[in-house]
């Protein structure tokens, strides 16, 4: 039997529907839900995702604010934007767009910006949070993986979770959210020998590493959950992602398309925590006055 489709579309409109109720609220308030982006350089890929975050944005009633740097700015200029940002009432979240030009060290912009803006979850002081369990800015990835599995009532305690890729916005954070939902996390990387020989162990395998239609389905077990986080193009130039959907899905029990799985999901959980920045500030409003 074919594999049920982890539908991220469907459950991101579904949130999002909810959150644009929440945005409503805060706007009565007093409180304008606001979210930065900073892209520099001219990276195709990039430019449509911060194109899709603003719009997906100004959807819910968000004030989003896009700020478009050439490729050749300096780290200083980078950290004067960030600055500019930190101090700005009107901005909740902040994130830059990754990668950033090759010149940029990400860590170093990263940690400028506030912790309490970090929409993304990338700070040292959040990432630390989440590995000690605590509340936190959880990374939008994998805070998209966690509610879709959740959303399809699919149980994390217990269950091997295979991770192959070990990014700093997908690969490691994922690991440590699932474990903290009381999975066995095994992490692979591009070192690991006979990558098949974990993928195969997987109740839950997720694969973000960018590489096409890298897991075949004689590297998946039977009825296994498979998220796919790759966005990547095949050799026609058709948009794939990590897994051979059209074999695996005949294996796995659920399993996420590309477009339209992980993708949006992202997208929705860069909206939750932009209004969890922003309820916070209508928390210390209502506190204050
Ligand atoms: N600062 C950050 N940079 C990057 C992040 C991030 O979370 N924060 N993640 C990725 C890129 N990314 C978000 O920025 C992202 C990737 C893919 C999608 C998406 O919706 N993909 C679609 C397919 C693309 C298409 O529509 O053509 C899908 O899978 O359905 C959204 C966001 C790296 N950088």
Known sequence: MSAHILSGKEVA????????????????????PGLAVIIAGNNPASRLYVKKKS????????YSRVIELPDDTSKEQLISVVDMLNEDDAIDGILVQLPLPQHIDEREIIQCISPDKDVDGFHPLNIGRLSTGQDTFIPCTPLGILKLLQEYHITMEGKHVVIVGRSNIVGKPAGQLLLNEHATVTYCHSKTRQLAHYTKQADILISAVGQSRLIK????????????????????????????????KEIASFITPVPNGVGPMTISMLLYNTLKAAKKRAHAKGDSS
Request: hydrophobic letters at 40%.
């Open 13 to 32: 409109g579904r949130l999002q529907q909810e959150m644009k109720l929440q945005v409503e609220e805060l706007k009565r308030k007093g409180i304008i």
């Open 55 to 62: 719009e997906a944005s100004q959807k819910l009633g968000i």
């Open 217 to 248: 389905a004689n590297m998946v077990k039977e009825n296994a959950v498979v998220i796919d986080v790759g966005n990547s193009f095949d050799e026609s130039g058709k948009l794939s992602g990590d897994v051979d959907f059209e074999r695996v």
